[in-house]
Every structure is written in structure tokens, then in C-alpha cells.
């Protein structure tokens, strides 16, 4: 088993995006030939069909290896370094791909009954579903402090992933949860 790269600038990002070009279209072609070869043996004796998989899954199997072991430097990269690179910016271009941090925010509580019953003492009903449910969309609004009072808070998720020059699929390679 090889060693994860070291990613330390976005140069070494990019090279790392090169490299992954490489193992993407080697497993491609291995796929496709496996494919290949199953559909010419399904009407033969499953026993080979097996033989070609085991055989396709061996060789790709330090190909896929490698590819968790970038994405996984590509990954502690953004996470140690996604606020100097997504201040203006959701996505960032570079040469052989563009790596990216999806954010979202949400309302989280501990206890929906705590929250509601807060809600309702502090006047706040339309922040509560008829069925007693916190509607999240209203406590959107709220500012920190108000969260705190009704014991919610306002939580924020890093997705990050990165595409590869030529290709639409994007790759998802960790989150984070502030």
C-alpha cells in the first residue's frame, strides 16, 4: 500500500488532480473491458464470469487504493486550509480540475419538546408547527442569542469535493461540522 501524498499548496493540489485524471481513466478502462469480456461470457459457465471480476478486481483494487489515499490528502488539505481558499469563493479552477466547498446551514436542537415550549413562553408561535414541531425555516431568522433562549443552535457543514478537468462528475471527499 502506497503513501497518501503530501498536498500542501494548491500546485501540489493540482498535481494531485493530474493523478487522479490517470487512475480514473485506467479504472475506466479496466471496467470497460470487464464489461466487455462478462457480456461475451454470460452465456457461458459463471465460474469465468467470476474469474474475469476477481481478476478485474485485483488489478484495480491498488488503482482505487491510491485514489482513497489522494482524496484523503486532498481532503486534510481543504479542511486545514478552506478559509483562505473559499473567502471569495465557493470553487476554485485549477489547471486539471476545480476542488470546492459546498456550505450549508441548519437549525439543530436537542430536545423538539424543550424547543417548542421555550418557543411558545417566549411568544413565538410562529416559529412552532400545528403539530408542535419546530419550523426550522422561521428559527432561520433567528439571531444566535434568540437560539440559545429556546435551545437550538445554528449549525454549519463543509462539504468539499473536486472535479476533474473534462469530466462532470464531481467527487465528494469529506465534510466538516462547525
Known sequence: MGKAPKIASLEDFDSALVRLIEL????????????KE??????????QIEQVQLAAGKVAQPLEDEISRIEESMFKYQKQ?????YQETQSYKLQFGTIGCLQSTSIEFED????????????????VKYEKTVKKNVLQGFTDS??????????????????????????????IVE
Open 38 to 47: 462478462v457480456t461475451r461470457l454470460q452465456s457461458k459457465v459463471t465460474p
Open 146 to 175: 434568540l437560539l440559545r433562549k429556546v435551545e437550538a443552535f445554528r449549525q454549519v457543514k463543509r462539504k468539499f469535493y473536486y472535479s476533474l478537468k473534462g469530466d462532470t462528475a464531481k467527487f465528494t471527499i469529506g465534510e
Open 112 to 127: 423538539n419538546k424543550t424547543t417548542v415550549r421555550k418557543l411558545e413562553r417566549i411568544g413565538r408561535d410562529d416559529a
Open 24 to 35: 480514473r481513466q485506467e479504472l475506466n478502462e479496466i471496467n470497460a473491458k470487464t464489461t
Open 81 to 85: 486550509n478552506h478559509r483562505q481558499i
